[in-house]
C-alpha cells in the first residue's frame, strides 16, 4: 500500500506458515507485517532519513505502566540524555485519526512526560509540542527534525 511517506526498501519475507514478516530496524528483528506495521516502519524510516532522527535513540513498542495496567507505546524517542522527547502512535491507514487515538497518546505521555506527540496512519501526520509551564499544546505544521527539538 503507497502512503503518504517516502518509499522505501524493506526485507520483507514469509515465515514458516507462510505469512508476511517485516525487518525493524529498531528492535533488530522480523515482525508480522500489519497495516500498523507498514506504517510504522516508513514513519520511523522517515524520521531517519528525512528528519535527522538517530536510530540509537529510538525504539519500538515500548512497555510502560499506567495505573497498574501494561501498556506499550508504538515509538519513543529519547533525547541524548536518555529522556523521552518524543512519542508516535501509529494506526493502520484504514483507520481514522479521531480524538481517541490523541486521548491514547495522551495517556501514554502521563507516564514518559515528552515534549512532543505524533501520530500516524500513514496518510495523514499529526504532531504537537506540549508546553508544560502553560499547560498547553500547539500542533505543528510538519514533523521536527531532530536538531530542532
Not at 528492535?27 to 531517519?48: C, D, M, N
Not at 501494561?70 to 481514522?96: F, M, Q
Amino acid at each position: 500500500m503507497t502512503l503518504n511517506l517516502p518509499q522505501k526498501q524493506f526485507n520483507i519475507k514469509k515465515d514458516s506458515q507462510g505469512k508476511l514478516i517485516i525487518l525493524d530496524q529498531l528492535r533488530r528483528k522480523f515482525v508480522a507485517l500489519t497495516p500498523e506495521e507498514w506504517v510504522r516502519q516508513h514513519f520511523v524510516a522517515y524520521l531517519i532519513d528525512h528528519r535527522g532522527f538517530p536510530a540509537g535513540l529510538m525504539a519500538n513498542e515500548v512497555s510502560l505502566t499506567q495505573n497498574g495496567i501494561s501498556r506499550r507505546c508504538d515509538t519513543l524517542v529519547s533525547d541524548h540524555n536518555g529522556h523521552p522527547i518524543l512519542i508516535v502512535e501509529y494506526k493502520a491507514p484504514s483507520i481514522n485519526i479521531t480524538q481517541n487515538v490523541f486521548d491514547q497518546i495522551v495517556r501514554y505521555n502521563m507516564v514518559l512526560h515528552a515534549t512532543y506527540l505524533a501520530v500516524s496512519n500513514g496518510m495523514r501526520h499529526f504532531c504537537c509540542r506540549i508546553n508544560y509551564e502553560s499547560n498547553s499544546y500547539a500542533f505543528l505544521n510538519e514533523i521536527p527534525r531532530y536538531s530542532d527539538l
